[in-house]
């Protein structure tokens, strides 16, 4: 079974500041992906940045980069140079693949980010 | 360009009433599909995901079930609602076989009275 744990219900941070989301994650699957989102008030999920277990490279995407550590089993989120308009829900998601070519993706709880100015 | 529907946007409903949420994919073939649900301040919970037509992988056995006529078609459906069934319902695609991103519809907002 897989799964994905965000223990931070909520985060603050300062306008300007970088801000790290928590992610971790269990899968006995050798092969996987790792997402985020960002989910505004609106309710609509943005794609941000994505992470393949073979990998070797952490992503990044502007201002936002997938610090992947393996052995660790986490995937977190840093957000440069926060902005206002960063304050959102943000998800933690991954997905693998079942015998049969089933793809389940499976999401964490989320972390609702405030910026503050 | 690939574009995914959903809807209706917003539904409020009695108890023990039916329900149908359609999703529809355009601009692409065979692909995954997905239902999520979404409870007021929550995360996502993987209700459906299917990889063809006829083909459904149920994740949580309750009193909803998922049903894809056609390849691109994906349909919610309950016989008689709960208030427990109230939330904001994601239908979602994502290339066959592909480990990529998901792509998410603009979501559907039951209100179960």
């Known amino acids: 079974a897989q799964k994905i744990t965000q223990t931070q219900p909520g985060m603050f941070v300062q306008e300007k500041e970088a801000v790290t989301l928590d992610c971790t994650y269990d899968?006995?699957?050798?092969?996987?992906?790792l997402f985020w989102y960002k989910q505004p008030s609106s309710g609509e999920m943005i794609f941000l940045i994505y992470?393949?277990?073979?990998?070797?490279q952490n992503a990044t995407e502007g201002r936002y980069s997938l610090n992947f550590q393996k052995a660790r089993k986490s995937a977190n989120l840093v957000i440069s140079a926060s902005q206002l308009g960063d304050s959102a829900m943000y998800f933690c998601?991954?997905?693998?693949?079942?015998?049969?070519?089933?793809?389940?993706?499976?999401f964490g709880t989320g972390t609702k980010l405030q910026v503050i100015p | 360009s690939q574009t995914i529907h959903q809807w209706p946007a917003t539904l409020v409903q009695p108890v023990g009433s039916p329900l149908s949420l359609e999703c529809t994919v355009e601009?692409?073939?065979?692909?995954?599909l997905y239902w999520y649900r979404q409870a007021a301040g929550r995360g996502l919970q993987l209700l459906f995901y299917?990889?063809?037509?006829?083909?459904i992988s149920s994740e949580v056995p309750q009193n909803l079930s998922a049903s894809r006529p056609q390849d691109r078609q994906f349909i919610l459906s309950s016989k008689k609602l709960l208030l427990s069934d109230s939330g904001f319902y994601l239908c979602?695609?994502?290339?066959?076989?592909?480990?990529?991103?998901?792509?998410f519809g603009e979501g559907s907002r039951l209100t179960v009275l």
């Open positions: 979602a695609w994502r290339r066959f076989l592909n480990t990529g991103e998901l792509f």
């Open positions: 899968t006995s699957d050798p092969s996987y992906g």
């Open positions: 992470q393949g277990s073979y990998d070797q």
């Open positions: 998601a991954m997905s693998s693949s079942i015998s049969g070519g089933y793809q389940k993706v499976t």
């Open positions: 601009g692409t073939s065979n692909p995954n």
């Open positions: 299917s990889v063809g037509i006829g083909q």
